[in-house]
């Protein structure tokens, strides 16, 4: 069981194998979460950023190495999604880099391309962190080096980099302390870990069927599997409605009903709590996913939305009459019908839906930049994991877009505070730099299990107050909560307070939380919006 | 011994009764509408009961511009003096006056009537009249007038916010683009203007920040010198009061004019307008 060089359909298995390891972990990957927030997407995006990877080699499918692993590496950068998801992209793009050109590849071959995608990968983000993935990426890329040094075994090489990278991941915690807090390891490293195991999986079953070469029938089962595993692929992406709606209930069993709604598509989020539960899923039936609900509780907010109708708007192929360019347009991500409708009211022409609960890919950013009818797009990511992607958007698109750090809605609202129409890009752009500078936010929402984050420490069910630095306050009652992360934000002397009550919350209880804080600070301007944003009760701005 | 100057302008500078009889000055009157019923600007209808029916009315009055015909009743005893005119106006981007105006100027066919775009309105327009009027009892001529006028908007800082976007999207005198002011989260948008059209220059959240952002604005430009300042409100006493205070803490005013928006205005702005001008001597 030796692979000495491998050819574009050997990759394509090897892309498959690991997509759909990551596809049976990806749940245990997002339940590695720093926060005890029900939030964690890294298993989701990295998922997604494989599928798309492999989505477009399927599509170039060659014996040539060299075309498979140029379309991998371009399926996956635009769809890249989350920091880890933009990391991994890196290292496909590496790989492509190393196997331009090439008929077959070798394990050196291997070694250049993901040494080259280390580098990469450090180049895209401002920062890198040690004790993330990134570390697990560099271990697996040494250890792939070493091993080319001694044998040309691909498989070997891969076993070794597989042990190599888990050891890595294990000793994140010690590099990372926010990760040894958090009692978890890092999931990006996690993640990274589960592909190798889908490749080594899949380089095994390719090393056996060689082995059997002569009988026909193992040969055929390969290809069997690779053929199917390209169907499935394709199929994934063939969903029609993504189709949403929030469910009230007394005890909704998540579980059960992620697991009933699973085959009806793809995407599926089932998250709330046992009363509440937000539901979405991309699928052909929205009809039956609705019935389905209907069992648990009582439908709210449904929002169907026909994704080939959208995609074809966003091509402009359905184009609308021909509009006048902007001088600047904005393109914002958004998450929960208040936050977007405010959005709009400020001016942004595209509203990528997304966030902290599903980071949109750097295509979906890409799409809605392209499709935004100005000279110049300003793009707000609103989210800390979206960023990356949204520079990856910017580095493909084809008109000037400039990147605003946005790393929160609330954040992403100030900055639409200070844009004038009537400035060009650059102008506004600082204007926008220094209202995200000037805007102190954080976020309420429930913690989902015992942890111990900057020293304080919260249990399951009680309320944490987080702000971009982590942790700041956490209570039995919601409005200690909120009122402490008031006090955090404003040092005590808060003047303009803005608060975004979520999905979960009826206005009456988001009103009442108000008027708790306002008699803890009773000099306050406390003003109360409708977010409608999933997990967290309440977004808070301090001005 | 040159003649004697005289200003004409229209009831769109709010200027108030006092300073019209003190220094001379005719004021057209542009009319509005409630329904079918029909008054002139100032003439028929005083500011406080036009708010008072503004916020009762279904729909916003209609105005309309003076006619020709109305200037040349104007123009008329003051051609019979003999007098040097000069008739300044609502900028031309927001009424059709200054043609009106420019019409019966070419009807009369006399050599001394020069009429000017201001391209402003309200207390912005009031704070050229003051100044033309100024140099004029100080012997300047009409070359000298006007040439000082060519200054006036780079030597000027205007500012004002509404406290609703209302009336103004409804009136139609703002420019493109500027819908998306924001009509949540309580924002109240600063304007000023620019050749002679209402420009947004920022979003601010809440009365209170508008307000003090307004005179950070202003003092940032003109820092600790002297200027002259006029500020008025519209059917909004309490904001005008926060303003004069925060004016006359932040800012060096060698005079200070407390004045009000009048009928034909107060439609475009609705209640709640606030507004400042300050400028300095070249």
């Known amino acids: 069981m030796k692979i000495y060089s491998f050819n574009g359909k050997d990759l394509y298995a090897m892309l498959v194998g690991s997509t759909n390891r990551l596809a049976k972990r990806k749940a245990e990957i997002d339940a590695l979460n720093v926060f005890p927030v029900p939030d964690g997407d890294t298993g989701t995006n990295m998922y997604y950023t494989m599928l798309a990877g492999a989505r477009e080699a399927a599509r170039q499918l060659d014996e040539n190495i060299g075309r498979v692993a140029e379309a991998a590496a371009s399926g996956s950068l635009l769809g890249a999604r989350g920091n880890s998801g933009v990391i991994l992209s890196q290292f496909i793009a590496g790989l492509g880099e190393a196997m331009a050109g090439l008929e077959q590849a070798s394990l050196s071959d291997v070694a250049r391309g993901l040494q080259r995608g280390v580098e ?201 009459a021909e509009r006048p360019l902007k001088k600047v347009g904005l393109v914002a991500v958004g998450l929960g019908e208040g936050i977007n409708i405010i959005m709009n009211s400020l001016g942004v022409d595209r509203i990528v839906q997304g966030g902290q609960t599903m980071n949109p890919s750097a295509q979906d950013l890409l799409a809605a930049v392209e499709a935004t009818p100005a000279e110049t797009v300003i793009l707000l990511p609103n989210n800390k994991n979206v960023i990356l992607a949204a520079e990856q958007a910017r580095s493909l698109a084809s008109k000037e877009v400039m990147v605003l750090p946005s790393r929160s809605l609330v954040q992403g609202i100030s900055a639409l505070l200070a844009f004038n129409t009537y400035e060009d890009g650059e102008t506004n752009y600082k204007r926008m730099e220094a209202a995200l500078a000037a805007c102190r936010d954080g976020e309420v929402t429930v913690a989902v299990r015992d942890s111990s984050v900057n020293g304080i420490s919260v249990r399951k069910g009680e309320y944490m107050a987080l702000t971009g630095d982590g942790l700041v306050a956490a209570a039995a009652n919601l409005e200690e909560a909120v009122a402490g992360l008031v006090g955090h934000l404003s040092g005590g002397k808060p003047g303009l307070v803005t608060l975004y009550f979520g999905a979960d919350m009826a206005e009456a209880e988001a009103r009442w939380v108000l008027e708790k804080v306002q008699a803890v600070y009773p000099r306050a301007d406390i003003e109360l919006y409708y977010g409608g944003q999933p997990v967290y009760h309440f977004l808070v701005s301090v001005e | 011994m040159s003649a004697k100057i005289r200003f004409v302008t229209d009831s769109t500078a709010d200027l108030s009764p006092e300073y019209v009889e003190q220094h001379n000055i005719t004021v057209v009157p542009l009319k509005g509408s409630f329904g079918e019923e029909t008054y002139r600007d100032y003439v028929d209808i005083k500011p406080d009961e036009f708010y008072r029916r503004l916020r009762q009315a279904d729909k916003l009055p209609r105005t309309s511009q003076p006619s020709p015909a109305d200037f040349l009743a104007a123009y008329q005893p003051l051609v019979e003096e003999g007098a040097e005119i000069i008739s300044i106006h609502i900028a031309s981007a927001l009424s059709g006056t200054v043609q009106a105006a420019r019409l019966a100027k070419e009807m009369l066919n006399y050599p001394h009537l020069e009429v000017v775009d201001s391209e402003s309105a309200s207390i912005f327009l009031h704070a050229m009249i003051r100044e033309g009027v100024r140099l004029a009892e100080r012997g300047g001529s009409v070359e000298d007038i006007l040439e000082l006028w060519q200054s006036f908007h780079s030597r000027r800082q205007v500012l004002f ?117 300050v400028w300095r001597d070249p």
Do not use: W
């Open chain 2, 161 to 277: 916010m509404v406290d609703t976007m209302e009336y103004m999207l409804k009136g139609g005198r703002i420019g493109k683009g500027t819908a998306f002011l924001g009509t949540l989260l309580n924002i109240k948008p600063i304007f000023t203007f620019k050749g002679g059209v209402v420009h947004p220059v920022e979003k601010v959240r809440g009365r209170k920040k508008a307000l003090d952002r307004m005179v950070e604005l202003i003092r940032q430009q003109v820092g600790d010198k002297p200027v002259h300042c006029i500020i008025a409100d519209a059917d909004a006493p309490d904001y005008l009061a926060e303003l004069r205070r925060r004016v006359e803490e932040r800012i060096n005013c060698s005079e200070l004019i407390i004045s009000r928006m009048g009928p034909v205005m107060g439609t475009y702005s609705g209640p709640g307008f606030v507004g400042i001008v």
């Open chain 1, 120 to 320: 990469l990968a450090c180049q895209a983000i401002a920062n890198p962190v040690e004790g993330t993935i990134i570390t697990v990426g560099r271990e697996m890329a040494a250890a792939f080096s070493e091993a080319a040094g001694r044998s040309g075994d691909l498989v070997r090489a891969t076993v070794l980099a597989y042990q190599q990278a888990q050891k890595a991941l294990e000793k994140t915690p010690e590099l990372l302390p926010v990760l040894k807090e958090a009692g978890v390891v890092d999931a990006g490293g996690r993640g990274l870990v589960v592909i190798l195991e889908g490749i080594i999986k899949a380089l095994k079953d390719a090393a056996a069927s060689r082995d059997v070469e002569l009988f026909d029938v193992a040969a055929q089962q390969q290809r069997q599997f690779a053929s199917t595993s390209a169907e499935y692929l394709d199929k994934k992406l063939q969903y029609t409605y993504c189709t949403e709606f929030i469910l009230s209930g007394s005890q909704i069993p998540h579980d059960t009903l992620r697991q009933e709604l699973a085959p009806y598509g793809d995407c599926l989020m089932v998250v709330g709590n046992k009363q509440t539960v937000k539901v979405h899923i991309h699928t052909n039936h929205p009809g039956l996913v609705m019935e389905c609900g209907l069992r648990y509780g009582a439908l709210k907010e449904i929002h169907i939305n026909n994704m080939e109708e959208q995609m074809q708007e966003q091509n402009g192929l359905s184009a609308p």
